[in-house]
Structure formats: C-alpha cells, structure tokens
T-cell receptor, first 112, second 114 residues
C-alpha cells in the first residue's frame, strides 16, 4: 500500500552543526507534505510544509526540499540546538481525502 | 495561531470500562478532525477521519464499534474507547483541519488500561 517512510531511524549531531533528515514517499499523487516535531509525551508540532508545486521552502533555521522525481523530501535544520532533540516525522497529505499519513519517524539527538 | 485542546491528557481506567477523549478546536471551526494512535517509539497511525454531522470514516483494521467517534459540532469531536482492555493502552492524538488547509494537533491523551 501507499506509505511514507524514512531512511534513518536515528540521527546524532553535534550542537551547532546542520542536521538533515530524509524521507521517502511512494504516492506520486500526494501534493502536500509536512514536517512535524514531536517531543516525548506531546502531540506533533508543525515545523514547515511544502506543496508539490515547489521544490524548496525556507523557514526559521529550517528548510524543506522536495524532489518529486525520486519522491523524496528532506528537512534541514541549521545550527542545531539541544532544544531540537526530538522525533521528527514527515507526513503526506492526499488532496481530496485530506488524510495525513505519517512516516516512521527519526529521532534526532543533539550532543552538547 | 490555531489551537486544538485535547482532554484528558492522561487517564487510567479499569479493564472493561469505557473512556471518552475530547478534541476541541478553540479558535477555528473544523469540519474535519482526525484521530491517531501512537504506540511507544512508533509513528502515528491514523484511526479514523471525523466529519461534522456525519459518520466517521475508519481506517482498515480499526473497529468502529470499539472506537466510537462523534463529531457533533464544528469545534468538538470525541473518541470513546469502549470496553477498554490493556492492549488499548496507547497515546491517542487528534488533529483538526483548518479552512485554509493547515492541520493542528492536540497534545495527546495517554490511556492506560489496568
């Protein structure tokens, strides 16, 4: 079936370095993608989104890249901070169905 | 920004009893809300899509008689776990879709069935 998955289950980076979290999706019809951050015991927190008519979008310290050719998106976090430590999920939304399907998640560890 | 309030944040119940979880959109109307379940160290799994004024749409493998969903108003959806058993213990999270297409999540409910 359709799925959204992640290449790396865990990622450990040094404070101040840049982090890159990757995600693959399988439905070429998906047109809206979202990155969420989830801290332990809390609900997902929206980070940044991108629509399929774009290939890059920047936020504050975060950038999302979308490559529709290979069905891949990534989240780049600049100057990673200890507060960035969390699990990050990519999510895929189907137009019309409005459902948000989550990938497996990547745990980011930031070493001080 | 949009806020979704989920209540309770945690609940412990005895096996065989029912538990109701509420999801409210505080400053916007949500015609569509979603219920997710998350086991430890796993991703969020969509359980059902809740539409105001109509029956919920359940994902494959989710028992609709076990997980009752009611979306009686544009700001409130409830999930009732009926005849709860220990295997129903999980983290339940709701989200609401805003008119412009964004999604906001509640803070989740930790259910423990003993």
């Amino acid at each position: 079936g359709e799925s959204v998955g992640l290449h790396l289950p865990t990622l450990s980076v040094q404070e101040g370095d840049n982090s890159i979290i990757n995600c693959a999706y399988s439905n070429s019809a998906s047109d809206y993608f979202i990155w969420y951050k989830q801290e332990s015991g809390k609900g997902p927190q929206f980070i940044i989104d991108i629509r399929s008519n774009m290939d890059k979008r920047q936020g504050q310290r975060v950038t999302v890249l979308l490559n529709k050719t290979v069905k891949h998106l990534s989240l780049q976090i600049a100057a990673t901070q200890p507060g960035d430590s969390a699990v990050y999920f990519c999510a895929e939304t189907y137009t019309g169905g409005f459902k948000t399907i989550f990938g497996a998640g990547t745990r980011l560890f930031v070493k001080a | 920004g949009a806020v979704v309030s989920q209540h309770p944040s945690w609940v412990i119940c005895k096996s065989g009893t029912s538990v109701k979880i509420e999801c409210r959109s505080l400053d916007f109307q949500a015609t569509t809300m979603f219920w997710y379940r998350q086991f430890p160290k796993q991703s969020l799994m969509l359980m059902a899509t809740s539409n105001e004024g109509s029956k919920a749409t359940y994902e494959q493998g989710v028992e609709k008689d076990k997980f009752l969903i009611n979306h009686a108003s544009l700001t409130l959806s409830t999930l009732t776990v009926t005849s709860a058993h220990p295997e129903d213990s999980s983290f339940y999270i709701c989200s609401a879709r805003e008119a412009l297409g964004g999604y906001t999540f509640g803070s989740g409910t930790r259910l423990t069935v003993v």
